[in-house]
């Protein structure tokens, strides 16, 4: 009886010891209506390193602005966003993901320009921008058509800053710039109310996450 114990809770040692290989760990998620999107880099990376930069806008003319990435120097560092659409434009990813923004609060939205520039609008933005979905264990920004996102050092109206580009499908990323995720950060909200603002699937602590025990 013993050795009949003893064999199962080796075997139960075993497995759980294999689980974590054999079949793939995500990190946890909760879900919120607004998030903030955060750097994670996955190739290159710049000089300082732009690991845990936060999204914001930085301003260019009334109403336009280009998506940056910033330190992350307090907990209101970084634009919140949601995503807008019926359950339907989500699930076709028909979504646009907006921002509010301005006195009173009016929506901004995430727009990609030809340029490959991203910029952070007064309007709706571009249709198809969206939070990765089921089945994509990730939370992070995505567009259709486009592959992901990298980020350069650049010198815009004020002065330099860390420009984020949508990158296209084998497109090879641009000398001395960064590949990052941008991944979601479950927030309060901005305090506007959103008639279509979606549920979405994000991360307490994205800077908390620790990568060498998950699968991506
Ligand atoms: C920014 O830093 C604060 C601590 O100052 C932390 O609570 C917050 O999670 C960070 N925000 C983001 C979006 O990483
Ligand atoms: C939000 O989504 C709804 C439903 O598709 C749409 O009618 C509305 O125009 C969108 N709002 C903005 C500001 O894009
Ligand atoms: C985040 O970055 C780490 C380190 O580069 C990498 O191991 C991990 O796969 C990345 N996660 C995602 C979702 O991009």
């Given at each position: 009886m013993i050795s009949y114990f003893t064999a199962i809770f080796a075997l139960t040692i075993s497995l759980a010891?294999?689980?974590?290989?054999s079949s793939p760990v995500f990190p946890p998620r909760s879900t919120s209506e607004s998030f903030r999107l955060v750097a994670n880099v996955t190739s290159g990376d710049l000089s300082p390193s732009i690991k845990d930069y936060v999204l914001t806008s930085y301003h260019i003319g009334a109403g336009q602005a280009y998506a940056v990435l910033t330190p992350n120097i307090?907990?209101?560092t970084g634009r919140i966003f949601y995503q807008n659409g019926t359950a339907e434009d989500i699930r076709y990813r028909r979504s646009n993901v907006l921002s509010?923004?301005?006195e009173p609060l009016f929506p901004f939205g995430i727009v990609l320009?030809?340029?490959?520039?991203?910029?952070?609008n007064a309007g709706t933005g571009t249709t198809g921008v969206n939070l990765a979905l089921f089945p994509d264990p990730i939370?992070?920004?995505?567009?259709?058509?486009?592959?992901?996102?990298?980020?350069c050092e650049k010198t815009?109206?004020?002065g330099p800053a860390v420009q984020v580009f949508a990158k296209a499908y084998e497109e090879v990323t641009p000398e001395?710039?960064?590949?990052?995720?941008?991944?979601a950060q479950c927030s309060d909200s901005s305090g506007a109310e959103h008639p279509y603002g979606a549920t979405s699937?994000?991360?307490?602590?994205?800077?908390?996450?620790?990568?060498?025990?998950y699968s991506a």
């Open positions: 010891d294999t689980a974590p290989t307090s907990s209101t509010d923004g301005g320009n030809e340029d490959q520039s991203v910029s952070v939370s992070g920004l995505s567009a259709v058509g486009k592959e992901g996102f990298y980020a815009l109206l004020y001395g710039c960064a590949d990052v995720k941008l991944l699937g994000c991360y307490a602590d994205v800077a908390g996450i620790d990568w060498s025990v």
